[in-house]
């Protein structure tokens, strides 16, 4: 066989038929059923999140609010404005988050949340007023109300003891409380996709309305406006509320999904994948499609071909074969082939890399990052159909709210992506947003538009 076609066929199993896309996108519809139903919500794979965000801003919010962002391996503090129908960063900062405590004790990392947020109090002149605060956690958790959120577990490389089964607000306050040169009002709590989808609404573009929020970047995970009638684990059946899918359980075993609905498309590099990260079995969708793994899995395909004899004269490098060296970042380079790209590759790999070879890293890394966009896309096209279905039109126009990097920074990703989409859902128009600091602003608007009502309510008084 020659080398391309050997190439080829170990690739051959990342490249999915747009047959294949209908009949994921027709599972995933499935699993979003599964978790919005009262009896099978708790074991259902696809979590479908209630998130207490029901009303949309009407332009009549003003205030000055905090935003928390937590998601990555960053932290942001924010201060924003809301005023006249527009959301204004006054500042931000940026704290570092240490592996250290990614990986430590809850205790640790709320102390160093309440810490950061104490920094930037003191650097804004804020600490003796008592501002309300958003806090976009970009983590699955079970909502209660707006203010209370369980975390169900933890993703992205996170890993802080203590904190699964815990009300997140909790911990956030009582590390403030433990501090005392500060206080805060009340919390509201968001995901990343919420916020997005909710900065999207503010932005100012001619189109009606944003319903769903997207996230590509470190992790992947989407959410919707749903009918509550559909909401069946909820009681109310009036209304609209926004739905965290946590699409990136996806494909993970449950009672209900037992093989795992995505077990006929792993390669054995997501298994590989899988097997070695620090939540094996969970978030296999995620772990097919975002920032944090599909560097890993390039890297895992091109030791297989180098093994193979069909890459760098069959030499394995230490580099090559240490665990996280290619990143995700330097897929959105490796497009193509010139001496920048040859001279990269030797350099992060640590190889003799010829122009065949780049070639063959080139193919590798499109491959892996147009299964991403197309896998987004199936889910994404279910999403769509179902709004669609819900309002009981032929055709859908809406908008899509996005953020993260693997979107933003990938040169052909969001093209790959929105091609499958129209493809798959032929009846849904998506307009897509990208969202700038949409975590931070939309955390800031959600606690505004939750602000005022509890204020009219007079459950709040100024
Ligand atoms: C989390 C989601 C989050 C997504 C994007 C996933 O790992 O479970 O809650 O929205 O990452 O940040």
Redesign the pocket.
Known sequence: MCLTLQVEETLKPFMLSMKKLREISSRFTKEMDNGLDKKKHQKAAVKMLPTFVRAKPDGSERGDFLALDL?GTNFRVLHIRVEDKKILKVDSQICAIPQEIMQGTGHELFDHLAKCLGEFLESQKLKEQKLPLGFTF???CEQTEIDKSILIRW??GFSCSGVEGKDVVQLLKDAIHKRGDYDISSVVMV???VATMMSCNQQEHEDPDCEIGM?I?????ACYMEDMKNVKRCEETEGQMCINT?W?GFGDKSPLSDPGALDDILTDFDKEVDETSINPGV?IF?KMISGMYLGEIVRLVLVELTNNNLLFEGKVTVRLDTKHTFETKHMSFIEGVDQEVIDTIQDLLKVRCSEDDARVVSLVCDTISSRSAHLCAAALAAIANRIRLNKAKDNLKTAVGVDGTVYKKHPNFRHKLEDAVAFLAPECDLKFYISEDGSGKGAAMVTAVAWCNWTEAGLITK
């Not at 970047?217 to 995970?221: H, P, Q, R, Y």
């Open positions: 998601g970009s983590f699955p993703t992205k995901n990343d996709t996230i970047g470190t992790g992947t995970n946590e990136g978030h995620e």
